[in-house]
């Protein structure tokens, strides 16, 4: 069973998928990471720096990419065509846009593997195929045609939990990280970046509309209530309990 967390820079992802596991696990329900599920906890454990993990992650893909290619190829084809065919503020050379189809490509035969080996357990997934979207349309603001035609071509978790945030706060907090979203840019530049996002996710939520798979989060608040809420509901739906941990 996969949970997504997603949601513009800035926006609060990495706090509320801390908090949420924590209140889970106190509530008795173990929930994993793909990285614990790939090379499990105690390896993980030892593996703590963004960057290292980020490279054994890609090494893997490698021998997971031809079967997940091709169950793939229409959000494959379709991420690699709008990223060519759109230059956007991240994708402004040749190589700024292989890397982005290098994260597309990770990010769906992660998922590839989750849905086999994730069978039977709650994995929470801090970025995953629908947050492709901000990869793929960083920096614009789509057409609704192509936000439509992207999620009916994307494979989705079972939960999407969005969290969202007034614009100015995504701003100071976005020029606040020491790692922004796009390196050397300029004030203007993330501004502009952090903006857009933000517009294409409102767009994109409105796509999911009386649809339970999607949890909208309030990320300007980071109070205990919030997580609480988050993880009573993610228990409600899923009764984790009765899950394989």
Not at 13 to 25: G, T, Y
Not at 76 to 89: D, G, R, S, V
Not at 214 to 222: E, K
Request: glycine share 4%; with cysteine; proline share 4%.
């Amino acid at each position: 069973m996969i949970i997504e967390f997603t949601g513009c820079s800035g926006a609060g992802k990495s706090f509320f998928f801390n908090k949420v596991r924590l209140e889970l696990a106190k509530r008795g329900c173990t929930t994993c990471t793909p990285f614990e599920l790939l090379l499990g906890r105690r390896i993980s454990a030892l593996v703590r720096l963004e960057m290292f993990r980020n490279l054994i992650l890609d090494i893997l893909a490698v021998f997971i990419f031809i079967p997940a290619y091709f169950l793939n190829r229409p959000i494959l084809n379709f991420a690699y065509q709008t990223i060519f065919a759109h230059k956007t503020i991240n994708s402004s050379s040749f190589f700024s846009r292989l890397n982005l189809m290098r994260n597309v490509t990770k990010r769906i035969v992660l998922d590839h593997f989750l849905r086999g080996s994730g069978r039977g357990r709650i994995v929470l997934v801090d970025e995953g195929t629908i947050h492709i979207s901000h990869i793929v349309f960083g920096g614009r603001v789509p057409e609704k045609r192509e936000l439509v035609e992207f999620l009916e071509k994307v494979p989705q978790p079972d939960l999407i939990v969005c969290l969202d945030s007034l614009t100015e706060v995504l701003i100071k907090r976005t020029l606040s990280r020491p790692d922004p979203p796009i390196r050397k840019a300029s004030k203007t530049t993330l501004q502009n970046f952090v903006e857009a996002s933000s517009e294409m996710f409102a767009m994109l939520t409105k796509q999911f509309v009386s649809n339970h798979k999607l949890i909208v989060i309030d990320g300007s608040r980071t109070d205990q209530i919030q997580v609480q809420e988050l993880a009573s509901r993610i228990c409600e739906l899923y009764q984790p309990e009765k899950l394989v941990v």
